[in-house]
Nanobody, 122 residues
């Protein structure tokens, strides 16, 4: 069982940066696939980034602007977001999975945080 708590969201202007954090509890953290997803109003939840088996993966809209990282000793996951755009406005969710397959698919993740709101003004 894994519990996840996100933090770091807020209201920023276009072009600004923001770092999201996700604190995890539970065992085997270092072996889990960890991901970030987001959901904008009226849209489906979409894949943002993931760290799995030593590799990182990004959704097409954030590649080059967002960076995912993790600290296994602290059981923390991070998402550094640079050059933010109004289109990045969404609730951002941290997710965890013991599987390394289909990591861009949200149904592969059984554990989710409550989400943190990111709003980017133009």
């Amino acid at each position: 069982q894994v519990q996840l708590v996100e933090s770091g969201g807020g209201l920023v202007q276009a072009g600004d940066s923001l770092r999201l954090s996700c604190a995890a509890s539970g065992s085997s953290f270092s072996t889990y696939t960890l991901g970030w997803f987001r959901q904008a109003p009226g849209k489906e939840r979409e894949f943002v980034a993931a760290w799995s088996a030593g590799s990182t993966y990004y959704g097409g809209l954030v590649t080059g602007r967002f960076t995912i990282s993790r600290d296994n000793a602290k059981k923390m996951l991070y998402l550094q977001m640079n050059s933010l755009e109004p289109e990045d406005t969404a609730v951002y969710y941290c997710a965890a999975s013991s599987s390394s397959y289909d990591i861009k698919v949200q149904r592969r993740y059984p554990y989710w945080g409550q989400g943190t709101q990111v709003t980017v003004s133009s």
